[in-house]
């Protein structure tokens, strides 16, 4: 029997703690799952994760944090340019890596707050990210004790509008069988379009595994390793484990969003050859929507 476990990503006083309930995402499309014969566990984590002793957030890390933020950032953008960047790109890149900095001094840098106040919004920003991360973690932690086949780890803004679409399209990429090992990680939320994100130069339309769900979306392939967003990623648990000792490989400071950790990962594996062409499969259009970003 094919399994899968279902993370969710939540807070006690999240505004979409609705879906920490009996019909929010995780719990619907587990009975769904269920219906079709798959063993499904889910576990709903609200808890503070982030704890003082961990790590002691001052003006200086939060700081430091932005600034290896916009660090990735740039990293992220060279890689997915890699092969196709074009000189007279660079200019702008540049322009942009600046603007970038000078928004983030304006809006986390406010020289009327002391730094280390916990009133400082970059501080505020740091103690909510970090949470985040470690409550994912958590998750992936969890799935991988429990062996699963899949894990699904989504952020309780995840919803979708056609739950038998979801549950039938994941049930064709669960079943599907391409090459030997399958996917390693799935896209299936979409904050952005392709073009919007600059992947679609890396995507293609897969030949062998098409969406078994209702609604018209077409399976991609990648050339390498893209992300669109974390609110709902579905990872083969045999790459979780590699992934995650990526992950962990990574300093808890500077603390950085958990979308850009997981790309700092994605990279090194990409350059470590753990990870390649048409290991990571994107829906598109996503059939879990995210909230937050309507």
Known sequence: MRSIFIGLVSHKKSKFAYNQGHDGLANTLKVALVEKGLDVHVQINTSDEYSPNMLQIDGKIAWASVSETLKIEDQWGKYLRHGASQPSTALVNSFRSISRRLWAFIRYWRPWLSSDSTASPGISLVRRLLNIELSHVRLMREGIRL??????????????????????????????????????????????????????????????????????????????????????????????????????????????????????ALMAMTADGRIGTGDC??????????????
């Open 147 to 264: 062996d699963t086949d899949w894990t699904l780890i989504i952020e309780d803004d995840a919803s979708t509008l056609d739950l038998v679409d979801c549950r039938d399209g994941l049930l064709g990429i669960i079943n599907a069988s391409f090459g030997e090992r399958g996917p390693a990680y799935v896209n299936i939320s979409e904050s952005f379009t392709p073009a919007q994100l600059g992947v679609d130069h890396l995507l293609t339309a897969s030949s062998g595994s098409t969406w078994a769900g209702s609604a018209s979306r077409v399976i991609a392939l990648s050339i390498r390793p893209v992300t669109n967003t974390v609110c709902a990623i579905l990872y083969r648990t045999t790459f979780l484990k590699d992934l995650l000792t990526y992950m962990d490989s990574l300093p808890l400071s500077p603390v950085v969003p958990i979308d850009w950790k997981l790309n700092a």
């Open 281 to 294: 499969w994107t829906v598109t259009p996503g059939p879990i929507d995210q909230l937050s970003m309507r």
